[in-house]
């Protein structure tokens, strides 16, 4: 039920939740901090997100799937900050510091263009499988690939 009633329904070309509460482009762009969970960290420049990027899913943060290949920064902070609140004890990569986490961002927004450029090819019918956001997308290929290249033993 849960689920259900955060998910996100596209009507009239407007984000709608489940609450009925509407984010319209201007909403989504009026940034601000007052929310923000301790822990959150924002990429150099960046003022803060709406409060609707906290309160999605994990990695359902509201018009990710619209964000274009190069976007401006401003349209992939939302889905960085839904990431970092999210994903929870599922991350595996070193908590940010303020030294990282602009190194994170440039990271996760790579994989947000991977996503959304497999998700569009899976609804033009040119794939099989859909793609979303997990632990991985702020992930350099040296941490990543324990987890791709075989067995991560255990410490003894």
């Given at each position: 039920?849960?689920?259900?009633?955060?998910?996100v329904a596209i009507t009239a070309g407007k984000e709608m939740f489940g609450d009925g509460k509407s984010l319209s482009k201007k909403k989504l762009l009026k940034m601000t901090t007052d929310h923000l969970p301790t822990g959150i960290h924002l990429p150099t420049g960046m003022k803060g997100v709406p409060e609707a990027c906290i309160d999605a899913e994990f990695g359902e943060s509201p018009a990710m799937e619209k964000i274009r290949r190069g976007g401006k920064d401003k349209f992939y902070v939302c889905a960085f900050v839904n990431f970092q609140h999210g994903?929870?004890?599922?991350?595996?990569?070193?908590?940010?510091?303020?030294?990282?986490?602009?190194?994170?961002?440039?990271?996760?927004?790579?994989?947000?263009?991977?996503?959304?450029k497999q998700n569009k090819r899976f609804r033009a019918g040119e794939d099989t499988h859909q793609a979303g956001i997990n632990f991985f997308c702020d992930l350099t290929d040296e941490e990543r690939r324990p987890y791709s290249n075989g067995l991560v033993m255990p410490d003894e």
């Open positions: 039920k849960q689920w259900y009633q955060r998910r994903v929870g004890e599922d991350k595996v990569s070193p908590p940010y510091t303020e030294e990282t986490v602009d190194m994170r961002f440039a990271l996760f927004k790579q994989c947000v263009d991977e996503v959304n």
